[in-house]
T-cell receptor, first 113, second 109 residues
């Protein structure tokens, strides 16, 4: 049981480049989430999805896009990378019931130079 | 969702119980209290959650006061591997977990 898998683990982008952070879960969870964590700070929600075909903005969505074509996958797209997007990105999933915990991936460390 | 207040850091001797406090004075009746921890730069790890009653699992115990305005996470026998940042979170819906800055617990040999 792999849980939540994120790729890549590390990436360096130049300003203005684009990339997609991949996230896949094999637990048949309905809900999936993308968070970012800046140094010394807590996690902030970027986007979330309550099921295939449904996505919604979180606290800090600007500069990002998402899609959810399948239950398993929830990719995060950065279109025009900026230094402010240098962060560690975590994907998470859950069944979506109030008492459920989240399962997090191991993160993608992104540096924009 | 209600906000929480935690001390920024705590130390605990190895083998002793670690008691991590959390204040959530604005919690509402249907909000759960969750605890997660983050070891170094790994993804947060779920520890335990509760609504009104005290809870215990293989990792920890959660003590919630009768008025639900505060709670304590107890790690009964702290080990060096428990050194981490611990987040206390209250929430109603499934759409977001609000992570504050948490408590950095250092277990000392």
């Amino acid at each position: 049981n792999a849980g939540v898998t994120q790729t890549p683990k590390f990436r360096i982008l130049k300003i203005g480049q684009s990339m997609t952070l991949q996230c896949a879960q094999d637990m048949n969870h309905n809900y999936m989430y993308w968070y970012r964590q800046d140094p010394g700070m807590g996690l902030k929600l970027i986007y979330y999805s309550v099921g295939a075909g449904i996505t919604d903005k979180g606290e800090v969505p600007n500069g990002y896009n998402v899609s959810r074509s399948t239950t398993e996958d929830f990719p995060l797209r950065l279109e025009l990378a900026a230094p402010s997007q240098t962060s560690v990105y975590f994907c998470a999933s859950s069944y979506g019931r109030t008492g459920d915990g989240y399962t997090f991936g191991s993160g993608t460390r992104l540096t924009v130079v | 969702d209600a906000k929480t207040t935690q001390p920024p850091s705590m130390d605990c001797a190895e083998g002793r119980a670690a008691n991590l406090p959390c204040n959530h004075s604005t919690i509402s009746g249907n909000e759960y209290v969750y605890w997660y921890r983050q070891i170094h730069s790994q993804g947060p790890q779920y520890i335990i959650h509760g609504l009104k009653n005290n809870e215990t699992n293989e990792m920890a115990s959660l003590i919630i006061t009768e008025d639900r305005k505060s709670s304590t996470l107890i790690l009964p026998h702290a080990t060096l591997r428990d050194t981490a940042v611990y987040y206390c979170i209250v929430r109603t819906g499934a759409n977001n977990l609000f992570f504050g800055t948490g408590t950095r617990l250092t277990v000392i040999p």
